[in-house]
């Protein structure tokens, strides 16, 4: 960056347009304006400033002309406007800053800023650039601003012990906060992947591995059970349909064997009834015995009956009817006896002649019971008969059921017996076990359905945690980049610190021997580990406190020109009094060399400090001189020298 | 002594892959210092940045694991 121009319009004693060119030379390459103090110079600085950052306007009072500010009417529009012309990288710019002020009754407000940056096209056109600030930051960074734009007379300060500015200062042109920024932002990169690392990182993935391999061992065993029960279900079915065909063959021969039971039975009941019989017909064959007696009794009782006809054998009525008269002592022709009647013994002794009527009834029982006996043997014959009867009938019955049982044997043959309830219940029996079967299966079916479902499910977590796995590993492997990068920043930084600082150290040397005038006695320059600068003395002792003012002025000098220096940018070195505290030694030295150390080289000097340098080389490098001149009405005007 | 090109020189020095990301975030963040002054969205870009490389790797350790 070169500045070319300055145009300035009603900014502080500068009342109304001022166009002032900077030498651009790289010979001449000094512009000096110099003037009594007060007369504008560090206005003139402070607009350079105010123009490229809007900085540098806090402690300098209002920037409205007063001049312009008294002569305009209340209402008043009042523009305050600097332009810097500058060439960067080989194009033109023009950075202006404007603000408007309106004029109040006792004051005034400001009602418009403005910020425009504009290049010069190929077509010799100026054309606004989108973001003037950041550009303008870009061409010159604000950091660094101040050891390019500088206050001579605040200059010694820097060197002060216990000033932090040198830190900021190095910090601040070693682009150290951007390394510093870069080391810590790729901490928090890293630290933020680790977190999120932590936060998906688990041992999930084995359990749910772990969990799918026991499903598919339970489904696998399942699937086996339910295979065995589909084995023996099938054992089962054709077991029954066996047993069902079995029982389809064996009905006829199962009925035949049913009804020849039947028969068997039947025989049996016959059987009992035959010996029954058989036992009533020997009952009654012993009870017909006296049959046999039948006409010896007969022809007794016919001869009894023929005595009895013939009066041999008293009746027992005629006895009784003896008894009787005997007894009632009246005679049947009426007439009474008594017993000592002769009558009486007639009869007792008729009654005792008769002798015993023993036989007699003994023959008539005998009588009476061979008619019974006759009698009963009749009624007894009878029953032989019939229970014969029945007897034949049930041989008969025995003898048709033989033959019918001969017919089933003849059917039946050799076969086994067969017991049709026996297979319906083994068939009742293995449907049950199918069933059971059935339920087994379908449970193990539904269990089987569960497990497959959570397997599913569980492939699901495993693709989510394999995905999260991959998503690790990709996570870890950036973590290690951000790792890796932020070491090796810090790395790098130490090490560039270290050149950084050698070089520092060298330049600010150079440049301090070159304008101290006790060159013998400060033989070295150190910057420690905080950057804090010191200057060693030929005992090789600190000796920093002890410098001059000037001293200071100088190594401030010194140090800001190797800053600039080490900046690498190419940019004007613009000196508010840059020689007020130096002696007269120290002032040609520096005025001498300073040209020497940058490529333009805008100086603001008191006539004091002007008349001096004028003695030093700086007269050959001067490329424009101004003189700022204050009148009495408040107002500066910038006349040309003559020393160009 | 140009800063920029001793602080390059060092980052070249580094692992290809490491040195892409030093420079790339070094280079974000002067851009972000210098234009945005603020840090929004940064982290994501170096992010970005790193996830870039590490995909690059990724794709060709995939490919060297192919061959």
New interface residues.
């Given amino acids: 960056m070169k500045i070319i121009y300055m145009r300035i319009i009603n900014f502080k004693q500068f009342y109304k347009e001022h166009y002032i060119r900077i030498s651009d030379s790289k010979e001449k390459n000094v512009t000096i304006f110099h003037g009594d103090n007060g007369a504008g110079k560090t206005s003139l600085f402070t607009a350079i400033n105010w123009c490229l950052y809007g900085e540098g306007i806090e402690d300098s009072g209002e920037i409205l002309s007063k001049q312009y500010y008294s002569e305009s009417a209340i209402n008043t529009e009042m523009p305050v406007v600097v332009t810097v012309g500058f060439i960067h990288n080989h194009v033109e710019y023009s950075a202006e800053r404007v603000w408007k002020f309106r004029k109040l009754k006792d004051e005034s407000e400001i009602i418009f800023k403005e910020f425009l940056l504009s290049q010069v096209s190929q077509k010799g056109n100026f054309e606004d650039v989108a973001?003037p600030e950041?550009v303008m930051?870009?061409i010159l960074?604000k950091n660094v601003r101040e050891y390019f734009f500088f206050d001579g007379e605040k200059m010694d300060d820097l060197m002060r012990p216990g000033n932090e500015k040198i830190t900021q200062a190095i910090q601040n042109?070693?682009?150290l906060?951007?390394?510093e920024?870069?080391e810590d932002?790729?901490q928090?990169?890293k630290l933020?992947y680790r977190k999120t690392i932590k936060s998906k990182g688990s041992v999930k993935l084995d359990q749910i591995l772990d969990k799918k391999s026991e499903n598919e061992g339970q489904i696998e065993q399942l699937k086996k059970n339910i295979e065995e029960k589909k084995k023996q279900n099938s054992i089962a079915e054709t077991q029954i349909a066996q047993l069902e065909q079995q029982l389809e063959n064996s009905k006829e021969l199962g009925t035949l064997q049913s009804q020849r039971k039947g028969i068997e039975r039947q025989l049996d009941n016959l059987k009992n009834l035959r010996i029954q019989s058989l036992s009533k017909i020997q009952a009654n064959t012993n009870k017909i015995y006296p049959l046999f007696m039948v006409c010896a009794a007969d022809s007794a009782l016919e001869l009894i009956n023929q005595q009895v006809e013939k009066g041999r054998i008293p009746s027992g009525i005629r006895e009784q009817f003896l008894v009787d008269i005997l007894n009632k002592e009246v005679c049947i022709c009426g007439r009474d006896f008594c017993k000592d009647d002769d009558v009486y013994n007639v009869l007792k002794n008729i009654l005792e002649s008769t002798g015993s009527s023993k036989l007699e009834d003994e023959v008539l029982n005998l009588r009476a019971e061979i008619r019974q006996v006759n009698s009963r043997v009749l009624s007894n014959t009878d029953h032989l008969e019939k229970e014969l009867q029945t007897y034949y009938q049930v041989l008969q019955n025995m003898e048709f059921l033989d033959k019918q049982k001969d017919e089933y044997d003849r059917r039946i043959g050799n076969a086994d017996e067969v017991n049709l309830v026996a297979i319906d219940q083994t068939i009742k029996e293995f449907k049950t076990k199918q069933k059971l079967y059935d339920q087994e299966i379908g449970r193990n079916q539904e269990r089987i359905d569960q497990l497959e479902n959570q397997i599913v499910d569980l492939n699901g977590q495993i693709d989510l945690e394999i995905k999260k796995e991959n998503e690790l590993s990709?996570l870890n492997?950036?973590e290690k980049?951000?790792e890796?990068?932020e070491k090796?920043?810090s790395e790098?930084k130490e090490?560039?610190y270290c050149?950084?600082r050698k070089?520092i150290e060298s330049?600010t040397k150079e440049v301090f021997q070159a304008l101290a005038w006790k060159q013998d006695h400060f033989t070295d320059i150190k910057l420690n580990d905080e950057f804090q600068i010191e200057v060693l003395d030929k005992w090789n002792l600190p000796t920093k406190s002890e410098l001059s003012a000037g001293e200071r002025q100088i190594l401030s000098l010194a140090f800001i020109s190797a800053m600039a220096?080490?900046?690498?940018e190419e940019s004007p070195i613009i000196m508010d009094t840059p020689f007020a505290r130096l002696s007269s030694n120290h002032l040609i030295k520096t005025a001498s060399n300073i040209p020497k150390l940058h490529p333009q080289l805008i100086l603001f000097v008191t006539d004091t400090e002007w008349n001096q340098a004028k003695e030093s080389d700086l007269i050959n490098h001067i490329g424009l001189d101004y003189n700022l001149v204050f009148h009495s009405d408040g107002c500066t005007t910038v006349e040309e020298g003559n020393f160009a | 002594m140009n800063l920029q090109k001793v602080l390059s020189n060092y980052f070249k020095e580094l692992d290809p892959d490491i040195s892409e990301i030093v420079t790339d975030v070094y280079s974000l963040e002067r851009n972000y210092m210098d234009y945005y002054g603020s840090n929004k969205g940064l982290l994501i870009k170096i992010k970005d940045i790193i996830d870039r490389v590490a995909s690059l790797q990724e794709s060709s350790e995939q490919k060297g694991g192919k061959s």
């Fill in positions: 973001n950041g930051d870009s960074s042109i070693m682009k906060p951007i390394i920024r870069t932002h790729l928090k990169v933020e990709g492997k950036r980049l951000a890796t990068a090796a920043v790098v090490k560039f050149e950084v070089y330049e220096r080490l900046s690498g």
